[in-house]
């Protein structure tokens, strides 16, 4: 097990993120392209959830708003133990979560809670007056136009905004803000669970930062929001010079997301498509790519078998298997018929760090991580 992780980490975070159906996490540079992708991902998920469009169009324009408010003050302080800016979209039985962090000044705190508080206390007939009145008055600032879109986000969600200031030192404050979006059918429900649903995502940006991971995708694996992951970390690992480390990188990353697409088990609503865990954690000159998913228990045994024995291979030894792999008539290339491992091993040159841990009477977690190390 890589040792940047315990052993009952991924069986916890596994655990924590199943009570919501879709999980996507960033912390890091937010870059016009990276929300750009984000954005699709989102949309994609939402298309494959069949969400209704008067729900998307909502949950679209606050995660635009909240990325918005992202890279318009990321201009992160030069100062060492500060945080990197964070997002998180979580989905529920009924409603989307958005979340947000960044640092701001902690002279500007006061200010903002002021504004958040007053915003959350209107009612609806208040909320209209306010609304006009900056529509026929707003003055805008640097930073965006004088509250119209925390309103906006407010009227769009039809629920109280959620936030929380957390003090870094007398300069700088860490500002989290969460809305919620509630789903075509459940719009009346209470936002009595709003600080609760928060401290949940503040705690998955403590395991995220603790593990240095960079980005976390927790629901159902399939080829369309395949390709929107693919494209967010080919936006994140656009600034590496190192191109052959760069497209390592990716290759791998195809390799284990197709594995979970193929033979992740559990609840699988058609083939192609798996419940699964996907991680990047960024160690110095190393990249982990790490998934999780469910695996049935009576194939445990063949593939910690499988690859013990491709663990053991030198180079030469992979690249001659790999070829006999591929020229063998009976493998089932649709699924990669044992394909995917042998080349995680070639393209990384290290071994893969596979570890199974129990779930149920039924079910084990598959856990595979594979390191990639960048050679200059």
């Known amino acids: 097990m890589n040792k940047i992780f315990e052993t009952s980490f991924f069986s916890e975070t596994f655990s924590k ?11 890091g540079d937010f870059s016009s392209n990276l929300t750009v992708h984000i954005l699709n991902l989102v949309e994609s998920s ?35 133990g500060l945080l990197d800016d964070f997002f998180i979209i979580q989905k529920t039985e009924e409603s989307y979560l958005i979340t947000s962090g960044n640092i701001i000044k902690t002279a500007d705190v006061e200010p903002l809670k002021n504004k958040l508080q007053e915003i959350n206390s209107l009612d609806p007939e208040k909320l209209r007056a306010y609304y006009q ?9 640097e930073k965006g136009g004088a509250g119209l879109g925390l309103l906006e986000m407010l009227r769009k969600s039809g629920n109280k ?38 401290n949940i995502a503040k705690s998955i940006h403590k395991t995220i930062v603790e593990h240095n991971l960079i ?27 190192n191109v052959k480390f760069r497209k390592t990188i990716i290759s791998v990353m195809i390799e284990l997301l ?32 790490i998934t ?15 690859v013990s024995q491709i663990n053991l291979l ?37 071994k893969v760090d596979l570890t199974i841990q129990p779930f149920s009477n039924e079910l084990s977690y598959l856990i595979i991580i594979a390191q990639i190390d960048r050679k200059e």
């Not at 993120?17 to 912390?27: F, G, P």
């Not at 009145?133 to 600032?141: M, R, T």
């Not at 228990?297 to 499988?306: D, G, L, M, V």
């Not at 792999?325 to 018929?337: A, F, N, T």
């Open 133 to 141: 009145e900056l529509l026929s008055n707003l003055e805008f600032s």
């Open 258 to 289: 197709q594995n979970i697409c193929f033979h992740a088990d559990g609840k699988v609503d058609y083939e192609g498509e798996g419940p699964g865990l996907f991680m990047i954690a960024e160690n110095g000159n190393s990249y982990s790519l």
């Open 161 to 198: 905004l959620v936030f929380d200031f957390v003090k870094l030192n007398d300069t700088y404050t860490y500002f989290y803000f969460q809305a919620k979006v509630a789903k075509l059918g459940s719009e009346n429900f209470t936002n009595s669970a709003g600080v609760e649903n928060l």
């Open 17 to 27: 993120l199943d009570n919501y159906q879709l999980n996507y996490a960033y912390n």
């Open 215 to 241: 980005t976390v995708f927790h629901g159902q694996f399939g080829h369309d929001n395949l390709q929107g992951l693919l494209a967010m970390t080919e936006s994140n690992v656009s600034g590496i010079d």
């Open 314 to 350: 030198s180079r030469e030894e992979l690249k001659t298997a790999f070829l006999e792999k591929l020229m063998r008539d009976d493998i089932d290339r649709k699924h990669g018929g044992g394909l995917g491992f042998l080349d995680v091993r070639i393209k990384t040159n290290n």
């Open 46 to 80: 939402m298309d494959l959830e069949n969400e209704s469009s008067k729900t998307k169009k909502k949950v679209y324009f606050i995660l635009v708003e909240s990325l918005q408010n992202i890279t318009r003050h990321q201009s992160k302080p030069d100062v060492d």
């Open 292 to 306: 999780v998913n469910y695996i049935e228990n009576s194939k445990t045994s063949a593939i910690e078998s499988y």
